[in-house]
């Protein structure tokens, strides 16, 4: 029992010892943001003071409390830090909330605001820098972050839990647990509002109008329809949460669409069912059957592996 003990200690004071060292780099990042950015700005005014709030966010705050954690962290006050710490972890979920606005935000000043172009450039031309832009350091507080998470899951791993810190390190624990899953929702749907407007852009015209709320895209790919007679048609399939989109490529020589594809079909999720009418056995490919009020639809691929997938994400969107 005491050289487990003892093992946990050491593991311990190591994961401590290493959070301090990050910690310290991750202020040393921010600081440059705060030091060379936000506070420059503030005293020029090049830009307006929304602008400004914009595209930082609550860069100031995620600072000030990093700074009193690494202050308890150095004393060896653990607990105490870290439950202090995690009244501020909320900035975290408001920070991702605000960067995709922050980002555009951004891209929009270097287009139009000359002197804050010149000046951006100049700043990351200072040695400090070590050669990234400001673009590579507003992600950062997201990956810190996603850093906690590990760092005080391995303190809690090797904290006695007969002692009053054990209690304190749970609840941190918890804590990063529950705003890092809003963190990852926001991202979640950032990137699939991307995925539904790049096949909106893919298909020509605007018949289908795939921008839903509450739609989400799940996977595409090529697939070749078994027609009742005649032959086999290829077509590109996309499956979203409710409804599956069969498309052809448009001619390769139309002068605006060449490179689009067609919307042939699109099937409701809602009332279709789904079989595998081959391709149970180790065989060439397979054989999909998905059966919808009016119509079946028959779906064969050469790749066992891709109708095998296609299976599980089609029975899982109607499920």
Excluded at 123 to 132: A, M
Excluded at 182 to 211: A, C, F, M
Excluded at 252 to 260: A, E, R, V, Y
Excluded at 290 to 315: A, C, G, V
């Amino acid at each position: 029992v005491e050289d487990q003990r003892a093992r946990w200690e050491r593991k311990r004071s190591r994961t401590a010892k290493e959070l301090l060292e990050t910690e310290h780099k991750y202020l040393e990042q921010l600081d440059l943001v705060l030091t060379y950015f936000v506070m420059i700005l503030k005293a020029k005014g090049t830009l307006k003071p929304a602008v400004l709030e914009t595209i930082f966010g609550p860069l100031e705050s995620l600072y000030s409390a990093s700074h009193v954690l690494s202050l308890h962290l150095e004393k060896g006050n653990l607990g105490p830090g870290l439950e202090n710490f995690c009244q501020s972890l909320d900035l975290y979920g408001h920070y991702a909330e605000n960067l995709e606005q922050a980002n555009k935000t951004l891209k929009e000043q270097l287009k139009k605001n000359k002197s804050f172009r010149r000046f951006k450039k100049l700043q990351e031309t200072r040695p400090q820098f070590q050669g990234r832009e400001l673009e590579d350091l507003l992600p950062l507080p997201l990956q810190r972050l996603h850093q906690y998470n590990h760092f005080f899951r391995d303190l809690l791993e090797n904290t006695r839990p007969d002692t009053a810190e054990y209690q304190k390190l749970a609840k941190a624990v918890k804590s990063v647990c529950e705003v890092s899953q809003w963190v990852q929702d926001i991202l979640d749907k950032r990137e699939n509002s991307l995925q539904l407007l790049r096949v909106q852009k893919l298909l020509k015209g605007q018949k289908t109008q795939l921008l839903t709320p509450g739609r989400w895209y799940i996977r595409e790919g090529w697939l070749l329809v078994v027609p009742s007679k005649g032959e086999l048609k290829r077509r590109m399939f996309f499956l979203f949460s409710d409804i599956l989109i069969a498309a052809k490529p448009c001619h390769p020589l139309h002068p605006l669409n060449s490179n689009k594809l067609s919307c042939q079909a699109v099937y409701p999720l809602h009332q279709c069912t789904v079989d595998k009418v081959f391709g149970h056995t180790q065989s060439q490919g397979g054989l999909l059957s998905l059966s919808f009020p009016h119509k079946t639809l028959l779906l064969m691929s050469s790749n066992q592996q891709e109708i095998n997938d296609w299976y599980r994400s089609l029975t899982a969107a109607v499920r």
